[in-house]
């Protein structure tokens, strides 16, 4: 083995050590736990993506707040109903009015956002998706016997 080869396996062998005993301390979990990058949004049929650090919100209720602000306060989805809530009434299942919020995680799987404790998802979530809810097709269909 080449003293390059060397020096490559004892700095992989260090940085290893040193992730293992990060993530088994919690002081330095939670260091960890913060400094996780922002995560991409992607709001299905639209070119444009935004980003959101979800470490720095505390709960779901929060990140539905900034889901709200971000595409339906600033226009880019109009709200079908003509009832404003209000920011103590936004929850995920309002947050974008005809739209489901999902996660992908780090094993690309899409699960919805709120199937997880808080702390779990922010750990996990590698992308948000917001996807179109499928309207029901059988509503005001009438059957003739």
Not at 29 to 55: D, W, Y
Request: aromatic share 6%.
């Amino acid at each position: 083995m080449s003293s390059f080869e060397s020096q490559r396996q004892e700095s992989l062998k260090k940085r290893l050590t040193k992730y293992y005993h990060m993530t088994n301390n919690p002081t330095c979990s939670s260091h960890l736990f913060m400094n996780k990058p922002a995560v991409t949004v992607v709001l299905e049929g639209r070119s444009i993506c935004q980003r959101i650090s979800l470490h720095k919100h505390g709960s779901y209720k929060s990140l539905a707040k900034a889901l709200r602000q971000m595409f339906v306060d600033s226009g880019d989805i109009v709200e079908c109903s003509q009832n404003n809530i209000s920011d103590e009434d936004v929850d995920l299942s309002n947050a974008v009015p005809g739209h489901l919020i999902a996660y992908e995680d780090i094993e690309n799987d899409l699960l919805l956002v709120g199937d997880l404790n808080w702390k779990d998802l922010v750990k996990v979530a590698k992308r948000i998706r917001i996807l179109p809810a499928k309207p029901n097709s059988r509503k005001g269909r009438v059957d003739n016997i």
